[in-house]
């Protein structure tokens, strides 16, 4: 079935805010590796939990916030590393192939998918581990962003 121009300009439209919402979490990601590389656990626990502080005094059910608490009792010294390499890498990364992608590089297309591919890969075999359903929601939304980056690459590379 043939797409209409507006069903094509719909996708061309998810795709660009899709890969807008990762350029900026590419960054917040490289952000978050620097400062859980470059300080004290202790400080970064501090931080979060004086974030959370005063809304789990008003409802001490609020979902988020409890994750933030559970995030931050989780971070050991042994992790410390492991998480800021992951997360910097990780954002730049994302950076690099969303840059091609906002460009319309033809090599940003291929590799996107091959990115985030390996990288919802990984967050599977995560999930399996932690059951994290803020985890399942970001691997859901990676794996719409591959579909939506192969739709733009197939309409603008790949013509029938």
């Not at 050991?76 to 690099?96: H, N, P, R, W």
């Not at 590799?111 to 859901?140: D, G, K, N, P, W």
Request: aromatic share 14%.
């Amino acid at each position: 079935m043939e797409e209409t121009p507006q069903e094509r300009k719909l996708f061309h439209e998810l795709f660009e805010i899709t890969i807008l919402i990762k350029a900026v979490y590419g960054v917040l990601e490289i952000l978050l590796g620097i400062v859980i590389l470059f300080f004290s656990r202790h400080l970064i626990t501090y931080l979060l939990l004086h974030l959370v502080q005063g809304e789990l005094g008003e409802d001490p059910e609020n979902w988020l916030a409890k994750q933030i608490v559970h995030f931050s009792s989780q971070i050991t010294s042994s992790s410390e590393l492991f998480v800021g390499i992951y997360f910097f890498a990780g954002g730049a990364i994302k950076t690099i192939y969303i840059s091609g992608l906002l460009l319309g590089r033809a090599w940003a297309y291929p590799a996107a998918i091959v990115c985030m591919a390996l990288f919802a890969i990984y967050e599977l075999y995560r999930i399996t581990q932690t059951h994290s359903i803020v985890l399942m929601i970001f691997t859901a939304l990676d794996i719409l962003t591959i579909l939506l980056v192969w739709h733009e690459y197939r309409n603008k590379y790949i013509k029938p």
